[in-house]
């Protein structure tokens, strides 16, 4: 080799070396890159989780305008509903009073607009008025069913013709509920005849009354359903042997109890001997102290009985002059008669059975129910 080749040579590795030394080596280790492990990738959130989040669509779940309460719920609901409503007896009474505040409360309630008629508890005004109160074409009317089916079948069959919504208290019109059950004739009340044979069994069981006692019924079997009550009480105290007399409630007196005190005290005077009489009439039952005293007896002589509870009543029990009373609660009766009426106008529903004649009332729970009883709602 020459001496020129061999510097040649050695200037070409002195530029290979140069240039190796300006670029990274081939055989330099990669640089570790701290990429997430699949682990972590796991519990990192997704794209996909996040789309499964709730949306703020899914979050709200407050109640539609369709979900709201029903009508039923809101106040004064009946309000468009107009009635007629009969009380039975005469304003201020002691058994109507509490049937007229029932209907009162409910009015206040739910908001129908009704209208009172009194009928002194006479039959043929009720007879009289309910025609009367057909022809204002209300939505409904509520009677007292003392007249009976045969007096009010065309007037009640003429009223449902028109559309007039009828139901019943205090005294059961089968005919005429069976007829019309489903256009909303309802009944609220006792059952007349099971209430009074009621009444005359537990007399005689709870005083010891045996066979060939006199006993004295003051009622109403002249009036047809009415009379079913006064029917109850002498079938059980016949069957129990006891010796009964009988007398009829004059117009006089079925207005106006303290009308019937010189009768009372005719017939006591004749019949020194009675051991217990029975009162078929709310009023009645309130003036039992007024007629044995007026007769001459004493607290203790003689077993007074008889329906419906008044403040009267209740002093009549404390003092002992009334022993038992079977109590109907006529403020339901004046209630949900009303209710019978908005439900069956507003709602379609049909008639309902319900008996109020429920216990008794005497000396060892009178005072459970003297409060109500002064407040006139029992």
């Not at 080799?1 to 040649?8: E, G, P, Q, V, Y």
């Not at 006479?122 to 057909?134: I, R």
């Not at 359903?225 to 059980?236: A, L, P, Q």
């Not at 007196?253 to 009308?259: L, V």
Request: aromatic share 8%; with cysteine; glycine share 10%.
């Amino acid at each position: 080799m020459n001496k020129r080749l061999f510097w040649i040579l050695a200037a070409l590795l002195i530029a290979g070396l140069i240039l190796s030394a300006c670029q990274p080596a081939a055989t330099e280790a990669p640089v570790e890159v701290e990429e997430p492990t699949e682990e972590v990738v796991a519990e990192q959130p997704t794209k996909e989780a996040v789309v499964e989040e709730p949306t703020e669509e899914v979050v709200v779940e407050e109640p539609t305008e369709e979900e709201g309460p029903a009508p039923a719920a809101e106040d004064k609901w009946c309000s468009d509903t107009k009635i007629v409503f009969f009380p039975g007896g005469s304003p201020g009474g002691p058994f109507a009073t509490v049937v007229y505040n029932g209907a009162l409360a409910a009015q206040a309630d739910l908001g129908a607009d009704v209208e009172y008629v009194w009928s002194d508890w006479n039959p043929e005004n009720m007879v009289t008025q309910f025609a009367q109160a057909a022809a204002l074409n209300p939505d409904g009317i509520a009677i007292m069913g003392h007249p009976g089916d045969d007096a009010f079948e065309s007037l009640v069959d003429d009223a449902e013709a028109q559309g007039i919504i009828v139901t019943s208290s205090n005294t059961q019109l089968p005919r005429l509920q069976g007829r019309y059950s489903s256009n909303g004739f309802g009944y609220v009340g006792a059952i007349l005849y099971d209430a009074g044979y009621a009444l005359g069994s537990e007399a005689v069981a709870r005083f010891g009354l045996a066979e060939g006692d006199r006993a004295f019924v003051w009622g109403l079997l002249a009036q047809a359903g009415r009379g079913e009550r006064t029917k109850g009480i002498v079938d059980s105290l016949e069957d129990a042997g006891l010796v009964v007399d009988y007398l009829e409630i004059d117009d006089a007196t079925n207005a106006d109890a303290a009308a019937g005190v010189s009768q009372f005290v005719g017939y006591a005077s004749a019949n020194p001997d009675v051991k217990l009489v029975v009162t078929d009439h709310g009023a009645l039952t309130a003036t039992m102290e007024t007629y044995l005293s007026s007769a001459g007896f004493g607290p203790d002589d003689v077993i007074g009985a008889g329906f419906d509870l008044s403040s009267a009543t209740v002093e009549a029990i404390r003092g002992g002059w009334t022993d038992l009373v079977i109590d109907q609660q006529q403020w339901l009766q004046g209630y949900l008669s009303v209710l019978q009426i908005c439900l069956t106008d507003n709602f379609a529903f049909t008639g309902l059975h319900i008996d109020t004649g429920a216990g008794f009332a005497h000396a060892d729970n009178v005072e459970l129910l003297a409060d109500l009883v002064d407040q006139q709602i029992r």
